[in-house]
């Protein structure tokens, strides 16, 4: 059967890594890691790699940049290219962001609005900490001050907390997602020992695939008792995540697609084995604020995502044989596994294609861009598979997946909204203010750079089933949150948020 020359197909893509003491050129190493510079790589290497297309790009659309400020950068990025688009495109915060761009960019191209797109995102944070510390000044672009804006906005701008949940410490992810990564514990009956090993198992498979992948920041095999053993090179961040399970973001990383319909890649001459298909997306939240979720272990987003897009596909799970679950944290593989009812250790499918954010890199809201790029080489060396990506933001609170393979979809590209869906899930009460007797129900621990735990940041459960949240500097208690099981334990939140323990 022909193909309908408006099907949308990915058919280059392009990664650039700059590890450290690598230079690119230009020969100047502050500026060839510029962001923008990074990204024109990226996307020159995914022009090369589908035989041209560059010159007929009609949309440039660039993940949010925070390692360096552009008053537009898809405009810049398309300067450099020397190409003159219809369109420039910016996302929105959120590592969501790249799989949500190319599910509306298939459906652009599907509906004729777009002839060919291209998606880029790059950051340079390990750039930016070296001339810091070295007190030196970065000779990267500035736009002029009349720079107008993209020509849309993809994505919700939405604060990932509210002011009261902010002053109770639930503002950084790297201090939430320990959160949930007890309460997975917990929920699953384990003992921080067991619990540990367990997940230093899953992220010392994660880096085995970053050792085989030639894009990854850290290509060295990590041992699981490494992962998992605080030391003075993988100091404890916020309990009972070290360093090596934390998304490393401190990289110089970029990444390119581009995608176009099959009648263009044909009237051009894309080779056909550099073509892949998008099949089906999906894009929700799960309930907005974190304090609202019924529970803090799961994601019915991510749930409904995967159901929706693996149905709009016609296929099931188990057709599935490559996947790259978001990987910032192990609670977000865990909360993907679970969602997805996939197995987190099933040898012939590991739930990474490129080894996840703490080992081939972090580069903030661009990780999927490269996740995708990494789905896309995947695919083509396994002719006739199917490979499932997925995305998120904020305190796993934003959600796309996308599914794909080397072979034409049955149906045509399609995207789903679960949204009412997952707004129609159970849902607690924010308890702001609350004071009294409380049950805990999960917790961290926040380090500071010295090793010495500077916080703890307690999720309560109210006698009536809300829930707030508790800080304490205490000595005493900080120690029974890392030493005891604290767990459902019984305490009293006072009105300042500290806690007292029962």
Known sequence: MALDPRTPVVVGVGQVTVRPGEVLAPAEPAASTEPAVLMEMAARRAGEDAGGLLDRVDSVQVVEILSWRYANAPLTLAQRLGAEPKETVQSAVGGNSPQQLVNKAALAIQTGRSDVVLIAGGEAVHSRHAAHRAGSTLPWSVQDADTPPPDRRVGSDRPGMTDAEAARSVLMPV?????????????????????????SELWSRFSRVAAGNPHAWD??????????????????????YPRLMNAFSGVDMAA???????????????????????????????????????????????????????????????????????SCFPSAVQMGAAALRVGLDEPDRPLTVTGGLAFAGGPWNDYVTHSIASMVEVLRGDPGSVGVTTALGWFATKHSIGVYSSEPPARPFRTADPQAEVDASPARAAAVGYE?????????????????PSLGIVACLTPDGGRWWANTRRPEVIDALMGDEVGGRAAVLRGDGELDLG
């Open 219 to 240: 290509r060295r095999a990590h041992g699981a008792e490494e992962i998992r053993t605080p030391g003075p090179g993988n100091r404890w961040i916020a309990w009972p």
């Open 256 to 326: 390119a697609l581009l995608l176009t319909s099959v009648g263009t890649a044909t009237a051009v001459g894309v080779p056909r084995d550099r073509w892949v298909f998008p099949w089906a997306g999906a894009d929700s939240h799960d309930h907005w604020f974190v304090t609202e979720r019924l529970d803090l272990r799961s994601s019915p987003a991510m749930a409904a995502n995967g159901r929706a897009a693996l149905g709009l596909a016609g296929i099931g799970i188990d057709d599935v044989a490559h996947i790259d679950l978001y």
């Open 436 to 452: 009294g007797p409380v049950a805990i129900e999960s917790w961290s621990v926040p380090h500071d750079r010295d090793g010495t």
């Open 175 to 199: 201090h939430v997602y320990p959160v949930f990564e007890n309460a997975i514990r917990l929920a699953a009956g384990e003992t921080v020992e067991e619990h540990q090993r367990r997940v």
